[in-house]
Structures are given as structure tokens and as C-alpha cells.
Nanobody, 116 residues
Framework: QVQLVESGGGLVQPGGSLRLSCVVS????????MSWYRQAPGKERERVAS????????AYLDPVKGRFTISRDNAKNTVYLQMNSLKPEDTAVYYC?????????WGQGTQVTVSS
């Protein structure tokens, strides 16, 4: 079955960095666009970054441009989100996403907390 498993979240001070990972199984990762979303308490889930199947195209939410980088390793069925210069407003649960047959598939999420 389809599985997306995120890891790498945690507590970090403002200005710090984290790298999130999402390992997938149950579908052909190398032909699937992938995205990272986040959801803060009381807010809508928003798409943070996306990457095309061959990593030749990426897109970012404006507030994270220049600070976050999405990448993938098709040999490892893994998508990453490198987050630098973290701010308190980046605090949220981060989710890995794939759209398969017009259906959204989600991981369980990983908590990122930016606080001093």
C-alpha cells in the first residue's frame, strides 16, 4: 500500500536549520511530483514547496523562498526539505504529499517548532 513517512522535525532556535525527509513506498516515486505542506494551529494547510519527478522544476511558497530547498533522490524513494534561517512563524506540522490518480496521499506529519 501507499506509504509516506516523514522524519527530521524537532525544536530549533530562530535562525537554525532542519532537514526533513520523506520516504515513500507503494507507488512509482520516480514518475511522481512531490510536495511538502505545513499546517500551523488554527490555520489552513498550505503548500510549502513542490518538485517535479526529475527534479528539473521546483516551486516555493513566497515566505520560504531563499530559505527552504526541496530536493529528491529517486534511487532512495526520498524527498527532502532543507530549511534554513528558520523563523517562529515556520512552526507547524509538516506533511509530505503525493497526488496519485487525483487523490491526495499524506504522511503522518512531523512537528517543527521554532522557538528560543
Amino acid at each position: 500500500q501507499v506509504q509516506l513517512v516523514e522524519s527530521g522535525g524537532g525544536l530549533v532556535q530562530p535562525g537554525g536549520s532542519l532537514r526533513l525527509s520523506c520516504v515513500v513506498s507503494g507507488f512509482t516515486f520516480s514518475t511522481s511530483a512531490m510536495s511538502w505542506y505545513r499546517q500551523a494551529p488554527g490555520k489552513e494547510r498550505e503548500r510549502v514547496a513542490s518538485i517535479s519527478p526529475r527534479a528539473d522544476s521546483t516551486a516555493y511558497l513566497d515566505p520560504v523562498k531563499g530559505r527552504f530547498t526541496i530536493s529528491r533522490d529517486n534511487a532512495k524513494n526520498t524527498v527532502y526539505l532543507q530549511m534554513n534561517s528558520l523563523k517562529p512563524e515556520d512552526t507547524a506540522v509538516y506533511y509530505c504529499n503525493a497526488v496519485l490518480g487525483y487523490k491526495n496521499r499524506w504522511g503522518q506529519g512531523t512537528q517543527v517548532t521554532v522557538s528560543s
